[in-house]
């Protein structure tokens, strides 16, 4: 079969990180960051009561952070628990994207996020009009969970689909690539995460087949992480 064509495409391979959060965190270490996506709905409250959430964890790593989400509820938590600068916002919106283009970020990070949304090529070329507006320079910086993971094939052999409800993409490395080039954005670096399955036998298991086969080809990684800049 041929490494690139009509229907094929040359396998990303880039570095695998254990941890998602410790990737991106250093990704977005002593910078400033827009955080989009910060409330992590419908589990705020959960993550909050067991210090998992990504967003408290910026806040100690990144220089400055402003946190917005459109889930109002999700943002008030967030306030009440965490110190700094919110929004209520939706950056597919120019209205909203004003407010925000204000703080000058040096990263937007949107963890998670893109999978949930439904209108996934609005939310991205509001990026990046967001980041054009903002200055030269500004980087994205998007999580999520990659379609050619091993897990995902030993699952469909145990006759099981296993992905969030709330999810309604699901994106290979060639495709975020070619929706996010479509908005106006440059796909610029790659990298990989694993995610622990848990912590019995069975788990560990799972987990170690998962990541002997990200050895072979990284892009069998539960996870992706592209950084993108503007395309203009």
């Not at 094929?8 to 989009?36: E, I, K, T």
């Not at 419908?42 to 946190?67: F, M, Q, W, Y």
């Not at 937007?108 to 507006?133: K, P, Q, T, W």
Request: net charge neutral; with cysteine.
């Amino acid at each position: 079969m041929p490494k690139s064509g009509f229907f094929s495409q040359q396998l990303v391979s880039a570095s695998v990180a254990r941890d998602r959060d410790v990737l991106l965190l250093n990704l977005c270490a002593g910078r400033r960051v827009l955080h989009v996506g910060c409330a992590d709905s419908p589990l705020t409250a959960e993550k909050l009561a067991n210090g998992s959430i990504l967003h408290a964890k910026l806040l100690r790593e990144a220089s400055h952070v402003h946190g917005v989400d459109v889930d109002h509820a999700g943002i008030e938590r967030l306030r009440e628990r965490l110190p700094g600068e919110y929004s209520v916002a939706d950056v597919a919106d120019p209205n909203d994207r004003s407010g925000l283009v204000k703080f000058r970020p040096e990263v937007v990070l949107a963890g998670d996020v893109i999978e949930h949304v439904r209108d996934a090529a609005s939310f991205l070329r509001g990026l990046a009009a967001l980041m054009r507006e903002a200055g030269d320079g500004v980087e994205l910086i998007l999580s999520t969970p990659n379609g050619l993971a091993a897990k995902n094939m030993i699952n469909t052999l145990a006759g099981l689909e296993v992905i969030h409800p709330d999810h309604v993409y699901v994106f290979t490395p060639a495709s975020l690539a070619r929706l996010v080039s479509d908005c106006g954005l440059r796909p610029n670096r790659w990298f990989f995460y694993h995610v622990d399955s848990g912590k019995g036998a069975r788990a560990r298991l799972y987990d170690g087949i998962s990541r002997a086969a990200a050895n072979v080809r990284s892009a069998f990684a539960e996870g992706q992480v592209l950084v993108c800049q503007s395309g203009t």
